[in-house]
C-alpha cells in the first residue's frame, strides 16, 4: 500500500482549476493552514488552482498570525466563497484580504448560518434534495432580503429559495457537491485513521470527509504527527482511514489563536477553578451580572461572543461555576467557556460534541436560554450582528447566530446602549456624564441577523440588557421594564434611543449589588 503521508505542496497539487474545497476550520481552532498556505503557493508559482469555491461551515484562519483563508483570497484563484464566518478582529489592524476581495466586488460571498453549512454537507452526503429549513427566515438569510449574499455579484447568483409544502413557508439550500476536503487533526496513522487528542473541538471533518468521499473527492488531513498503523485506540479514531486520501505532518500547528498548545482547551487536565480569571470590573461585567440573573441552576445555556461571554466568569465568582451546564457551537460543552483570542474553546468540560451535532440540537431549541450579543436592534426587535457597512471586517458574519435563535425558547441579548458615551461606575450608581456618538437603538438594523417578527409569531421570550435598562420585546415593540441605578429614565432611554424604546408603567430598579466592585451574591 502507498504512503498517504505527503508534503503540502504534493497533496495541493491535486487540487484542480474549478474544484468546490470545504474547509474545517474555526478561525484559529483547528485550522489546516500549512495546506491553505500551499495552495496560494502553488498559485503564485504556477497560476493554479483557478476558479475555486470554497465552503467554510466556521471561519479559517484569524487576523493574529493564522491566515487560513487569506492564503488563498487571490484573484484569479477563488472565485465564491460560502463561509459562515469569516475572519474579524478591531480596526486598528489591517483589513484582511478576503474582506477586501469582498467590498470590492472581487469574489462572490455568501454568509450561509453556520449549523445549515453542516446540514448542507450532511444531505450531499447522504445525496438527499439539499437542505430544507426554516432558520433563517425573515432574516438576510430569507431570499426576500439578501438570501446570504454578502456582495452585488452573490446577489446575482442565488443560493436559496423559498418553498411552499404542506401549507408552510421553507428555505431550500440546492445542493453544493465539494470535491475536495481539508481536515485537521492532531495525529494520523499510517492508514489515515485520525485522533483529535489535543484539539479544542471536533468541529464538523467527519462530515466534510464523507460528503467529498461519497462523490469521489479528495480529502487532506493535516495533522500534528504520524505513529504507526494499529496504535490507535479505535474509539479514540474520529475520521477513519478509509475516507482520508492524503495526510499532511505540521508539527507546528497551533492549537488556536495565539495558543501552540493548552491541555485543559483539549480535556487532558482539569484546572482548578481558581485558576480561572475573573473579568474586570466595569460596565460590561456589570451588564454580564444582570444577564446572568436571567439563570437557574440546573440549566443548559448556550454562549456567545461578546460581553456574553463573560457570564460564566461572573457565575465563577459567585460561587456558582457548575451550576449550569454550557453549550458552545464548536463543540465543547460544560466546564468553563474562555474568552479572549480562546473563545470557542473551553477548559474542563464534560463533553465535545462534534459542530453538526451541537447545530442539530441548537436548531431544535433544545438549550434553556441563549446568551449573544447585539450591534444594533430596530424598533421592531431585530437585532444586526453580521453586518457593519463602514466596518466589514469588524463582524465576523453570523456563525451560528442565526441557527441558535431560531427555535431557542429565551434569549438574552447583551450590549451598550449607546456607542461612546461617557459613564461614571460607583458602587451605588450607573450615570451617564455625557451621551454617546449614537444609539444602537435605531429604525431599521443595517441586517437582520434575528429577526423580532419572527420571534413573537413563536412565543419566543426575548430580552435585551443594557447599562441602563433591562429591554423586553413585546407586540408593541421595545419595552425598559428595569432601570439601572443613577439612570434618568426619560433623558439616557427614552430620549437617548430618540423614543424607540418606552418605558414600563410599573419600571423596575436594578439591584445595586450589580454596580460593586466586590463578588455578588448570584442566587440562581
Not at 504512503?3 to 474544484?19: E, H, M, P, T, Y
Not at 469521489?216 to 486520501?245: C, E, F, Y
Not at 419595552?479 to 432611554?493: K, S
Request: proline content about 5%.
Amino acid at each position: 500500500m502507498s504512503s498517504k503521508i505527503v508534503s503540502a505542496q504534493d497533496a495541493v497539487s491535486r487540487i484542480n482549476d474549478g474544484d468546490v474545497v470545504t474547509v474545517s476550520s474555526s478561525s484559529g481552532l483547528g485550522c489546516p493552514d500549512k495546506v491553505l498556505e500551499a495552495i496560494g503557493s502553488r498559485f503564485d508559482t504556477e497560476g493554479h488552482p483557478r476558479n475555486l469555491t470554497t465552503l467554510h461551515p466556521i471561519a479559517a484562519g484569524d487576523m493574529y498570525g493564522i491566515k487560513g483563508i487569506d492564503h488563498i483570497a487571490k484573484d484569479g484563484l477563488l472565485s465564491t466563497i460560502i463561509a459562515g464566518s469569516y475572519p474579524s478582529g478591531p480596526s486598528s489592524l489591517p483589513m484582511p484580504e478576503i474582506w477586501k476581495m469582498l467590498v470590492e466586488n472581487r469574489v462572490a460571498a455568501y454568509n450561509v448560518p453556520s449549523g445549515i453549512l453542516f446540514d448542507m454537507h450532511r444531505d450531499v452526503a447522504a445525496r438527499r434534495p439539499g437542505v430544507m429549513t426554516k432558520v433563517g427566515l425573515d432574516t438576510f438569510v430569507d431570499p426576500v432580503r439578501e438570501g446570504c449574499a454578502m456582495n452585488d455579484v452573490a446577489a446575482g447568483k442565488p443560493i436559496v429559495s423559498r418553498l411552499d409544502l404542506g401549507g408552510e413557508t421553507w428555505l431550500h439550500f440546492p445542493n453544493i457537491v465539494p470535491n475536495v476536503a481539508i481536515i485537521r487533526a492532531t495525529t494520523a496513522d499510517e492508514r489515515g485513521n485520525l485522533t483529535y487528542e489535543h484539539e479544542g473541538a471536533y468541529l464538523g471533518g467527519l462530515e466534510q470527509a464523507i460528503a467529498v468521499r461519497n462523490h469521489g473527492g479528495l480529502v487532506i488531513a493535516q495533522v500534528k504527527r504520524v505513529t504507526a498503523s494499529g496504535s490507535l485506540r479505535p474509539h479514540n479514531v474520529r475520521v477513519p482511514g478509509h475516507l482520508v486520501d492524503l495526510v499532511v505532518v505540521d508539527p507546528d500547528q497551533r492549537q488556536t489563536t495565539e495558543t501552540n498548545y493548552d491541555p485543559a482547551i483539549s480535556g487532558q487536565i482539569m484546572r482548578p477553578w481558581s485558576s480561572f480569571t475573573l473579568s474586570e470590573h466595569g460596565v460590561e461585567k456589570v451588564v454580564a451580572r444582570r444577564a446572568a440573573m436571567e439563570l437557574k441552576s440546573g440549566q443548559t445555556a448556550n454562549l456567545g461572543f461578546g460581553i456574553s461571554a463573560m457570564v460564566p466568569r461572573v457565575l465563577l465568582e459567585a460561587g456558582q461555576e457548575q451550576a449550569v451546564t454550557w453549550a458552545i457551537e464548536q463543540g465543547a460543552t460544560g466546564g468553563m467557556p474562555l474568552t479572549g483570542f480562546a473563545f470557542g474553546c473551553a477548559s474542563n468540560a464534560d463533553a465535545y460534541m462534534p459542530s453538526p451535532q451541537q447545530f442539530t440540537y441548537f436548531q431544535g431549541g433544545g438549550f434553556d436560554v441563549s446568551f449573544l450579543s447585539f450591534l444594533e436592534i430596530d424598533l421592531e426587535g431585530n437585532v444586526n450582528v453580521s453586518k457593519l457597512g463602514k466596518k466589514p471586517y469588524l463582524t465576523a458574519g453570523c456563525g451560528g447566530f442565526v441557527d441558535i435563535t431560531a427555535n431557542a425558547g429565551k434569549i438574552v441579548f447583551s450590549g451598550l446602549f449607546e456607542a461612546g458615551a461617557d459613564l461614571s461606575l460607583t458602587d451605588d450608581r450607573l450615570t451617564v456624564k455625557s451621551p454617546g456618538k449614537f444609539t444602537k437603538m435605531v429604525d431599521e438594523v443595517e441586517h437582520v441577523t434575528f429577526s423580532g417578527r419572527r420571534a413573537r409569531e413563536l412565543g419566543q421570550e426575548v430580552l435585551y440588557v443594557t447599562e441602563r435598562c433591562v429591554i423586553q420585546l413585546t407586540d408593541s415593540g421595545l419595552l425598559a421594564t428595569e432601570v439601572m441605578p443613577g439612570i434618568d429614565p426619560q433623558r439616557d432611554i427614552v430620549d437617548a434611543s430618540h423614543g424607540r424604546v418606552r418605558l414600563a408603567n410599573d419600571l423596575a430598579e436594578m439591584p445595586a449589588a450589580l454596580l460593586r466592585d466586590a463578588p455578588m451574591e448570584l442566587r440562581l
